[in-house]
């Protein structure tokens, strides 16, 4: 999912997104603060193979942040890995977003993100899916990016949403919709399916939207 190559400046592609999709003037200056500590984590923790600006703005951010209006209420990102989509979306939406995954050193970016940049929106959970569903924790928007298939992704998210809540899977365009005996078993229905080419980039994607019955 992130092979494709960025021929053009994608800070500024990105910052051409952010003043059509958002008013607040201030959202640039959030996200130049999290490259610089994307790029000081990254050095020591090795979060993510993306070693430039450019396609730190592209891949990142802008890949994270394009589905933005299909995100509603309290947020959960499962396998959320150095935080993303969780972190760009947060900053851009202001919506709340817990960022959950396994491996704890990978959630570095998003702790230093809530104390250094003052994110009081996010927040960090080192835990498997399935042990915080056991807590009952329920969540109005459900996402993930590039953890597995749809099938496995879905039984990780659909017991973390609530009932009449949505889970967004963010996958290639070479990727199918789940079975039907997935959607059955966990009871869930396939709302959309939305193909999207990134502003201005040869980077294609598919969202499958599904809403927990």
Partial sequence: MMNDIVKTDGKQLFT???????????????FEALTKLYFEVNSVINISAI???S???????????????YFVGRCCDVGC????????????TGLDFVGLDSVG????????????????????????AEDLAKQGELFDTVSARAVS????????????AKKGGKIV??????????????????KIRLSETKDYTL???DIKRRVFVYDKL
């Fill in 199 to 201: 502003l201005n980039t």
């Fill in 169 to 186: 899977l963010y996958k290639t365009q070479n990727d199918n919709p789940a079975l039907s005996s997935t959607e059955s078993k966990l």
């Fill in 81 to 92: 890995g150095g935080g993303f989509p969780c972190l760009p979306l947060a900053i851009a």
């Fill in 16 to 30: 051409d997104f952010l003043l059509q999709n958002f008013d607040d003037g201030g959202l640039i200056n959030k």
């Fill in 55 to 69: 396609d730190v703005y592209i891949k990142h951010y802008l890949d994270s942040i394009y589905p933005y209006k």
């Fill in 149 to 160: 298939d749809v099938d496995k992704t879905l039984s990780y998210c659909a017991p973390l």
């Fill in 51 to 53: 070693r430039t600006e």
């Fill in 105 to 128: 050193k990978k959630l570095t970016l998003i702790n230093r993100c809530v104390k250094e940049l003052r994110l009081n929106n996010i927040s960090a959970v080192h835990s498997r």
